[in-house]
């Protein structure tokens, strides 16, 4: 994937309206109460950082460098920057499978990135390794509609869409991705940004 420098640089004023109305409390609540340590897949421009609190160990990677430049402006804003390590690397390479060690991790955190990423059957299946029994994993997505024409709608419109949103998956079931993805369930609320969103919780199972 090329990743385009007027999409890093501009993305954060694309999402401005909706973060500042719909998005950022969300992501307040979401990551309010983590400690120890949590990877961010795909950390984009940083917009996360200011809700970690000083109990978070973060491993941050992002394949983008144009979003990872601004990510890095965003640590050193941090309370506490040297407890936050940001890495150009994306899921699915193996410099990234070799970042962890199976149950090493208290968290991961994926905010509108499991639409985005290549395979995320498989990155799921790498979180499950890497968290502690009784982890979490994070989630904030859009999401395919489960209703049939707008579904199809989004269907339509996904080519296009990755094209202009660096391959951004518009019609990703990611909802149902996770619920056959071997982690439970602890808590889900489905929104609307336009587009159908999903906020949950899940955990590794403890047996
Ligand atoms: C829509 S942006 C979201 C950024 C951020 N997570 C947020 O909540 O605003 C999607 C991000 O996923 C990143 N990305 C693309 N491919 C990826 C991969 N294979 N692994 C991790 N992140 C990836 C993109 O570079 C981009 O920064």
């Not at 993305?11 to 109460?33: I, P, Q, T």
């Not at 000083?54 to 506490?80: D, F, K, N, Q, Y």
């Not at 985005?116 to 799921?124: D, K, N, Y």
């Not at 982890?135 to 489960?146: C, Y």
Request: with cysteine; aromatic share 8%; hydrophobic share 35%.
């Amino acid at each position: 994937m090329k990743f385009s420098k007027s999409f890093g640089n501009s993305y954060d004023r694309f999402m401005h309206l909706v973060e500042k109305h719909r998005l950022r409390r969300r992501r307040a609540r979401l990551l309010s109460g983590l400690r120890g340590r949590v990877l961010e897949v795909g950390v984009g421009t940083g917009i996360n950082f200011e809700h970690y609190g000083p109990e978070v160990e973060l491993t941050g990677i992002e394949p983008s460098p144009h979003m990872l430049a601004h990510a890095e402006r965003r640590r050193l804003a941090m309370p506490r920057p040297e407890r936050a390590r940001l890495h150009p690397l994306g899921c699915g390479s193996t410099e990234t499978e070799a970042l962890f060690a199976p149950g090493s991790l208290d968290a991961v955190v994926c905010t509108l990135v499991l639409c985005t990423i290549p395979e995320p059957e498989r990155a799921l299946r790498r979180f499950l390794e890497w968290l502690k029994p009784g982890g979490k994993l994070l989630v904030l997505e859009h999401i395919r509609s489960h209703r049939h024409l707008p579904g199809r709608l989004q269907d339509l419109a996904r080519p296009l869409w990755a094209s202009l949103a660096e391959g951004c998956q518009l019609n990703r079931p990611t909802d149902k991705l996770l619920a056959e993805s071997g982690f439970r369930l602890v808590r889900e609320e489905r929104f609307r940004v336009g587009l159908p969103f999903y906020e949950a919780v899940y955990e590794k199972p403890r047996d």
